[in-house]
C-alpha cells in the first residue's frame, strides 16, 4: 500500500554554477517549437486551404497536449527525477517539428504535431522552471523564476520571429521553419545529461499501485493550505492574463488590422509577435527588483502587472474602433511589458507557496491557469458573431479593472502569516 507522507529528500548536490544554463537551454528550444506556429497561422490558410476553424482547431489541440504535460510531469519528476522527464520532453519537441514537417500531406499530420508540442512544452514549463530553481540555490530573491521565465520567453520570441521570417521568405515555407529547430533541438538531450540530478528517485512511486500513485499526484497538485487564501486572491485572478495578454496583442491585434496591411499580413503578425515576447523579455528584471522592493508576501509586482495590463486592455478596446496598424503596435508594446512582469511574478508567489515536494506540481497548475488566457481569441472570435470587437474588448478592460482591484486587496490585506513556513526562499 502506498504510504501517504512521502519522505524523499532532494539529492544533495554542488551544481556547478552555470547547470541551470542547459536547463534554460532545453526550455529555450521547447519555447522555440511551441510558438514557432503561432505567425504560420496565415500560411496556412491560404497556402494550405484550412478554413479559419480548421486553424482554430489546431491551436486548441495544443491546449489539450499541453495541460496534461503541465499537470502530470512536474509530479512524475519529484518521484523519478528532473532529468529523464525533461530529456523526454526535448525529444518530444524535436519529433512534434518532424510530425510538423508533412503538414502539407493532410490536417491529421498538423493535429499530431500541435499536440506533441503542447506535450513538449507543459514538460518544459513545469519540470524546466522548478529545475532552474534548485539549480540556482535556495536563496536566489527571485532570479530562479526570471531565468525561467526568461528562457522560455526568448524561446516563444525566436522561434516565432525566425518561422514567421522564413515562411515570408524563405523556400519550402511549410517545411523550413520546422528543419531549423529541429536542427537547433537534437544537441540539447545530451546536454541535460551532463545536469547534476536533484530529485531523488522515489523508491515507492516505482512499487505503488496505479490508483496509489494517481492518488500521490494528486496530492502534489493541492495548493498548500496556508497559501490558499493568497493563492485564490492573487495568483488565480493574475494568472490567465500572462497568455492572455500575449494572445490580445499578437492574435486578435494582427486580424483586426488585417485589411490595411495589403501583401504584409505575415510579416506584420510575425513583427508583433516578437515586439510582445521581446518587451516581456526585457521586463522581466522589473518584476524581480519590485518583488525585492517590496518584501515577500506584499505582491507588488502583481498590482504593477495588472496594472500595465488594464492599460494594454483599454489600448485594444480603443483600437477596434480605429483600426490602426501604429496603435497595435503600441497596445502590443504595453501587453508585452505587462506579461512579462505577470510571469515572473507569478512564478515567485507559486515558489513561495510550494514545499520541496510539490514544486514541479504546484507550477504546473500555474501555468495551466497561465495558458487558459491564451483561449481569449478564440472566444472573441465566437463571440463576434454576435458582438463587435469594441463591445468585447471593452469588456475585457473592464474584466482586467476588476481582477486589478481583487489582488490589491488580496495584497494589502495579506499578513505575513499566510506565507507557509515551509516554502522554497526565491
Known amino acids: 500500500m502506498l504510504e501517504t507522507q512521502r519522505v524523499v ?24 517549437g511551441g510558438n514557432q506556429f503561432t505567425p504560420l497561422l496565415l500560411m496556412y490558410r491560404q497556402l494550405g486551404g484550412y478554413s479559419t476553424l480548421s486553424v482554430d482547431a489546431f491551436l486548441g489541440t495544443y491546449v489539450v497536449g499541453l495541460v496534461p504535460g503541465l499537470l502530470i510531469a512536474g509530479p512524475v519528476s519529484d518521484r523519478r527525477g528532473r532529468r529523464p522527464v525533461l530529456v523526454f520532453g526535448t525529444v518530444t519537441s524535436a519529433l512534434a517539428s518532424l510530425v510538423l514537417c508533412f503538414g502539407a500531406d493532410g490536417a491529421w499530420t498538423i493535429y499530431a504535431g ?20 534548485e539549480l540556482s540555490g535556495d536563496a536566489d530573491n ?3 523564476a526570471r531565468r525561467a521565465a526568461l528562457c522560455q520567453t526568448a524561446g516563444f520570441a525566436l522561434g516565432a520571429g525566425v518561422a514567421g521570417a522564413l515562411a515570408q521568405w524563405g523556400p519550402w515555407p511549410m517545411v523550413t521553419p520546422y528543419v531549423v529547430h529541429i536542427l537547433i533541438t537534437v544537441v540539447v538531450p545530451a546536454l541535460l545529461l551532463r545536469v547534476p540530478e536533484t530529485r531523488a528517485p522515489d523508491p515507492s512511486a516505482t512499487a505503488a499501485s496505479s490508483r496509489g500513485l494517481l492518488r500521490s499526484l494528486a496530492d502534489d497538485l493541492r495548493v498548500p493550505a496556508p497559501a490558499r487564501r493568497r493563492f485564490r486572491l492573487v495568483v488565480l485572478p493574475m494568472a490567465p492574463w500572462v497568455f492572455g495578454a500575449a494572445g490580445l496583442a499578437y492574435a486578435v491585434m494582427p486580424e483586426l488590422v488585417a485589411s490595411r496591411l495589403g501583401n504584409w499580413g505575415l510579416a506584420y503578425a510575425t513583427a508583433l509577435t516578437v515586439l510582445t515576447l521581446g518587451t516581456g523579455a526585457a521586463v522581466q528584471p522589473v518584476a524581480k527588483r519590485l518583488h525585492q522592493a517590496a518584501g515577500r508576501g506584499q505582491g507588488r509586482a502583481s498590482v504593477v502587472a495588472m496594472t500595465v495590463m488594464l492599460l494594454g486592455t483599454a489600448l485594444c478596446a480603443v483600437n477596434a474602433v480605429l483600426r490602426s496598424p501604429l496603435l497595435a503596435v503600441a497596445a502590443a508594446i504595453v501587453l508585452g511589458a505587462a506579461y512579462g512582469i505577470a510571469v515572473v511574478s507569478g512564478l515567485m ?39 463587435s470587437y469594441p463591445v468585447m474588448l471593452s469588456a475585457v478592460a473592464l474584466a482586467a479593472l476588476g ?3 481583487l489582488i490589491a486587496h488580496g495584497t494589502s490585506s495579506a499578513a505575513s502569516a499566510e506565507r507557509p513556513s515551509i516554502g522554497c526562499n526565491a
Request: hydrophobic share 55%; aromatic share 10%.
Open 9 to 32: 529528500e532532494p539529492t544533495a548536490i554542488v551544481a556547478p554554477s552555470g547547470a541551470w544554463r542547459r536547463v534554460a537551454a532545453a526550455m529555450f528550444v521547447c519555447g522555440w
Open 114 to 133: 500541435r499536440l506533441l508540442t503542447g506535450v513538449a512544452v507543459g514538460i518544459a514549463m513545469s519540470v524546466g522552471s522548478s529545475w532552474v530553481k
Open 142 to 144: 527571485g532570479l530562479a
Open 349 to 387: 508567489e507559486i515558489q513561495q507557496m510550494a514545499g520541496e515536494d510539490d514544486l514541479a506540481g504546484l507550477t504546473g497548475i500555474y501555468y495551466v491557469l497561465a495558458y487558459s488566457g491564451f483561449l481569449l481569441p478564440t472566444v472573441l472570435s465566437t463571440l463576434s458573431h454576435w458582438l
Open 403 to 405: 481582477c486589478l482591484a
